[in-house]
Structures are given as C-alpha cells and as structure tokens.
C-alpha cells in the first residue's frame, strides 16, 4: 500500500514563509517526477512545482523566484519551500508522485493572511 503524507500547511502572515512535506511509504518500486499542485477556493487544482528524478525542475510563473521544490530521495521525500507568501498563495496544497502509477496526498491547507 503506497501513501503520501503531507506536512507543515498552516497560517502565515503576507511576506512570511512555510516548508511543506510529503513523505512517501509503502510498497512503491521506484519514483521519477514529484510535484506540487494547488487549489484555490473557486478554482481549478494547478501545477505548482514539479521536479524530475534527474532534478529538472519547473515552477508555474506566479511563484517561480519566490518557491523551491527539492527532494531526498533517501526519504522519499519531496518539499515545496514557500518563501514572499502573498494572500494569493493561499489554497489547498497536494503531493503528486509519479512511479509506475501517479499517486496523490491528502492535501493540506496553506493560508496566507493578515
């Protein structure tokens, strides 16, 4: 049974920052791209962030500058570290992995407000 479990969502403050987990376990052969996405209230789920298993990343045009993706594959573990947060920021936040089949975290909730 494969799992993603997401960590570290909450409430900051506009400017602040916040670093989120997913930690995957499980019986999982082997993992190659790992990505972020994101749903705002009233909106479509988008790609956030995503890195490859060669560590090519790509980051959507509003947090690029701002955001980093990086993983320990040891862990197998992917981050999404949010750094400028503006309320715009502020959505549902889901793991994706990519292995032989795609996989999803339960999502957790980053709200950006003052």
């Known amino acids: 049974q494969v799992s993603l479990v997401e960590s570290g969502g909450g409430l900051v403050q506009p400017g602040g920052s916040l670093r989120l987990s997913c930690a995957v376990s499980?019986?999982?052969?082997?993992?190659?791209?790992m990505a972020w996405h994101r749903q705002a209230p009233g909106k479509e789920r988008e790609l956030v962030a995503l890195?490859?298993?060669?560590?090519?990343?790509n980051y959507a045009d509003s947090v690029k500058g701002r955001f980093t993706i990086s993983r320990d594959n040891a862990k197998n573990t992917v981050y999404l570290q949010m750094n400028s947060l503006k309320p715009e920021d502020t959505a549902v936040y889901y793991c994706?992995?990519?292995?032989?089949?795609?996989?999803w975290g339960q999502g957790t909730q980053v709200t950006v407000a003052s």
């Open positions: 994706r992995v990519v292995a032989r089949y795609t996989y």
């Open positions: 890195i490859t298993s060669g560590g090519i990343t």
């Open positions: 499980g019986n999982i052969f082997s993992i190659n791209t």
